[in-house]
């Protein structure tokens, strides 16, 4: 009897691991494989496309179904990109994570929000309404629970720990932070340093 409950979890480790790795390259190309921890939530694979060498950690939920009113929506995270534990990331539309893009835990990344504005239906029963493409740049890193609603954020740049980042564009090499975020630091070509900004990105002194 122990026997045969311990084939029967072998047998069933198994099943996850052809299943994840059938998952991984379905929505990448087959030359480029892809690690994805399991438990992860994905729906709308037809959507969602892995550039390659992606790995996304344990716990994700990521999500790409088009409005009913809209035929098109696209997810799309870049390649060497690492996608951190618990991270909640959801497209309506238009969402494009670039290559090396680095999330740490509970990020999460949105191109769209519930509506709330009949006071007489409960904000679930209302509908879906995008906001706004997102594009988080080549080579970036969005700290622990950093929420991304609707902005475009450049190449090269961190977004501090707890921000929360609601449309707007943002240039590459810049250090964003806050709720609401906002620019505090870029990089100065000129003097070769990171340097502190007012909230338009303007360098200071």
């Known amino acids: 009897m122990i026997r045969y409950l311990i084939f029967k979890i072998q047998l069933i480790g198994h099943w996850w691991k052809v299943r994840w790795f059938m998952l991984s390259n379905l929505i990448s190309p087959p030359q480029k494989r892809n690690h994805i921890a ?7 694979l037809e959507n969602i496309r892995l550039e390659g060498h992606v790995r996304i950690f344990s716990d994700c939920y990521i999500v790409a179904r088009p409005l ?3 035929p098109y929506c696209r997810l799309q995270i870049g390649a060497h990109s690492m996608i951190g534990h618990y991270n909640h990331i959801i ?41 706004g ?4 740049g080549a080579g970036s890193w969005l700290g622990e629970n950093v929420c991304i609603l609707g902005a475009q954020i450049g190449k ?18 810049c250090v964003i932070a806050g709720a609401p975020a906002r620019i505090v630091k870029r990089y100065n070509f000129e003097t070769g340093k990171w340097e502190k900004t007012s909230p338009d990105g303007t360098f200071i002194g």
């Open 68 to 70: 009913a009113d809209s």
């Open 38 to 44: 399991s438990p992860c939530w994905m729906d709308g």
């Open 133 to 136: 493409s997102v594009v988080i």
């Open 91 to 131: 497209a309506v539309q238009d969402v494009k994570i670039e290559e090396h893009v680095l999330t740490a835990h509970r990020v999460y990344i949105s191109d769209n929000i519930h509506d709330y504005e009949n006071i007489a239906l409960p904000i679930m029963q209302q509908p879906i309404k995008q906001i």
């Open 156 to 173: 090269h740049c961190v977004v501090g720990a707890n921000s929360v980042v609601t449309g707007g564009v943002y240039p590459d090499y």
